[in-house]
Every structure is written in structure tokens, then in C-alpha cells.
């Protein structure tokens, strides 16, 4: 059995003001490195064997930080798990969105890398670590809109509709049958520091 822990970054500043990211390398916020900090502490009292990272800059800082407190170095940054490429809405806010495009931006093409795409790509780079280490337990720091994708493709059926949270943690186990989900979205190392 092979467990995946699926971890997205920790907030940045285009988070907070609802801008969408995408391949953008912005770096963590101060809230963003204390999130760190807590689902480091949470993993530190559990066994895992590898650490991957996304290669944008808040995913690495993520990983870095529990990396340090697990004493585990980062095995390799994976493009193949960078956030979905946002085209030309990168950089933009849903009020700027409609501002420049009207409220029908959405049907409009802007660049915005397709599910599918990310299904594709995201599994198919999941599939690779796995498969690097049978049997082990693995960490992988990316993002909430190719994990969700990533998900679909891997775990039919599973309900993603929920966003992924900041450092929130999803556990996925790979066995002969394929792929289940035994944890999705948990932050409860955020919610025991309020």
C-alpha cells in the first residue's frame, strides 16, 4: 500500500484578495508561513517517508518548512504538479474579471488551462511518485486547483466540490485496486491554534 499526503500550500496575499495564481510564482504570506508550521507540527507526529513539491515558489516554501521540522529533505520539485496554468485571468479578481470581460467572462476563452488538461497532468505526475516509491508513505505540496483535478482523474466519484483550504491535508492510498481517498481536505492542525 502506498499513502500519498496531499498538502496545498499555505496562504499568500493573492489569496486573500481573491486573485487567481495560477503559474504567478508569488511567495507565502506571514500567515501562509505559520500555516506551514502547523500541518509541519501535525505531520511530525506521524511517519512519512518522501517530500515532492510543486516548482512555484509558495509550494517549495510550504514544503521547505515541513521538510525542516520532519527532518525528511525534499526529494524533487515536480512541474508536473503546478497549479493550473490561469491564462489570462491570472493576476485578476472576480470584479476585474467582469469589469474587463462582462459577467459572461466565463464562456469567453482566456487562456485558462482546461480539467482535463489538469486531470491529465496532475495524475499522471502522482502516478509517477508513486510508482518511484511502492510501498512508502509520500508528501506532495502543490495547489488547490490541480489537486482537485489530479483527484478526479485518480479517485473517480470522489466528491471534490469542497475547495481545498490552505495546508489542508488529503490522503490518498494506491493498492492493487487503484486509488482511495481516506482523508480530504482536513485542517484541523489550523482549527486546534484558535
Known amino acids: ?43 511530525s507526529g506521524e511517519q512519512w517517508d518522501y517530500i515532492y513539491s510543486s516548482d512555484l515558489l509558495r509550494a517549495v516554501q510550504t514544503a521547505e518548512v515541513i521538510s525542516k521540522r520532519l527532518g525528511i529533505p525534499v526529494a524533487g520539485q515536480v ?9 489570462l485571468i491570472e493576476g485578476t479578481t472576480e470584479d476585474e474579471r467582469v469589469q474587463r470581460w462582462g459577467s459572461g467572462w466565463k464562456s469567453m476563452d ?7 488538461s489538469g486531470q491529465q497532468r496532475g495524475s499522471r505526475a502522482i502516478e509517477e511518485i508513486a510508482a518511484r516509491h511502492p ?20 479517485v473517480p466519484g470522489l466528491n471534490v466540490g469542497e475547495l ?27 482549527e486546534a491554534d484558535r
Open 135 to 154: 510501498g512508502k508513505r509520500i508528501l506532495v505540496v502543490s495547489h488547490g486547483a490541480i489537486l482537485r483535478s489530479s483527484l478526479r482523474k485518480l
Open 79 to 87: 512541474p508536473g504538479i503546478r497549479e493550473m496554468n490561469g491564462g
Open 110 to 116: 482566456t487562456g485558462l488551462e482546461s480539467d482535463e
Open 1 to 43: 500500500m502506498t499513502t500519498i499526503g496531499l498538502i496545498r500550500h499555505g496562504s499568500t496575499a493573492w489569496n486573500k484578495e481573491g486573485r487567481i495564481q495560477g503559474h504567478t510564482d508569488n511567495p507565502l504570506d506571514e500567515e501562509g508561513l505559520r500555516q506551514a508550521a502547523a500541518i509541519a507540527e501535525r505531520l
Open 164 to 190: 481545498l483550504k490552505n495546508t489542508s491535508i488529503t490522503h490518498i492510498v494506491k493498492d492493487d485496486s487503484g486509488w482511495t481517498c481516506a482523508l480530504y481536505n482536513c485542517v484541523a492542525h489550523m
